[in-house]
T-cell receptor
Framework: SQTIHQWPATLVQPVGSPLSLECTVE??????LYWYRQAAGRGLQLLFY??????ISSEVPQNLSASRPQDRQFILSSKKLLLSDSGFYLC???????????FGNGTRLTVT | RKEVEQDPGPFNVPEGATVAFNCTYS??????FFWYRQDCRKEPKLLMS???SGNEDGRFTAQLNRASQYISLLIRDSKLSDSATYLC?????????????FGGGTRLMVKP
């Protein structure tokens, strides 16, 4: 069966520090991969999605970036965090067009 | 940007009640739909897929009305454990890839 791992679960970082969140999927090949952010009490905002290695589409221009160095690995990064980057970051995968997303457990980021 | 809209609630219902949520979508090209359940500070989890006119799973029934562009979720015999936020998702295929649009969620609170 397919599983998705996302880490760390929680993170507290100072403003201006770098960020690296990692997500890996097991049990499937060539998945579509997604990064979402959910601010407190708000809906899900799509940040990036990827349909293959090295293919990244950005939905919201900001100081975040994403990379997919391997088929089942998706990384969210920032060189300098802002206070507004605080939120709940969710990685997700799907395998087919029109198939549902399956989410990782999420990373709760607090920028201080 | 196409939108998916939900009444944020909260819907406060007694245990055993029947409750229904509606979700409207603005993009007539949307091809499939999903309902997710999200508990506080947790990741969304797939509740039901809605590919055609509707779907039923135990106490939960989802219906799709393409003419009026809405989907609904009906919960019968509400349990305390049904308390959560319910997210509606519309899926459309665009040139840039597969696009999922999440609604802001409807919060349900089931009281004893």
């Amino acid at each position: 069966s397919q599983t998705i791992h996302q880490w760390p679960a929680t993170l507290v970082q100072p403003v201006g520090s770098p960020l690296s969140l990692e997500c890996t999927v097991e049990g499937t090949s060539n998945p579509n991969l997604y990064w979402y952010r959910q601010a407190a009490g708000r809906g899900l905002q799509l940040l990036f999605y990827s349909v293959g290695i090295g293919q990244i589409s950005s939905e919201v221009p900001q100081n975040l970036s994403a990379s997919r160095p391997q088929d089942r690995q998706f990384i969210l990064s920032s060189k300098k965090l802002l206070l507004s980057d605080s939120g709940f970051y969710l990685c997700a995968w799907s395998v087919l067009n029109s198939s549902p997303l399956h989410f990782g457990n999420g990373t709760r980021l607090t920028v201080t | 940007r196409k939108e998916v809209e939900q009444d944020p609630g909260p819907f406060n219902v007694p245990e055993g009640a029947t409750v229904a949520f509606n979700c409207t979508y603005s993009n007539s090209a949307s091809q499939s739909f999903f309902w997710y359940r999200q508990d506080c500070r947790k990741e969304p989890k797939l509740l039901m897929s809605v590919y055609s006119s509707g779907n039923e799973d135990g106490r939960f029934t989802a219906q799709l009305n393409r003419a009026s562009q809405y989907i609904s979720l009906l919960i019968r015999d509400s349990k305390l454990s049904d308390s959560a936020t319910y997210l509606c998702v519309a899926y459309e295929t665009a040139n840039a890839g597969n696009m999922l649009t999440f609604g802001g969620g409807t919060r349900l609170m089931v009281k004893p």
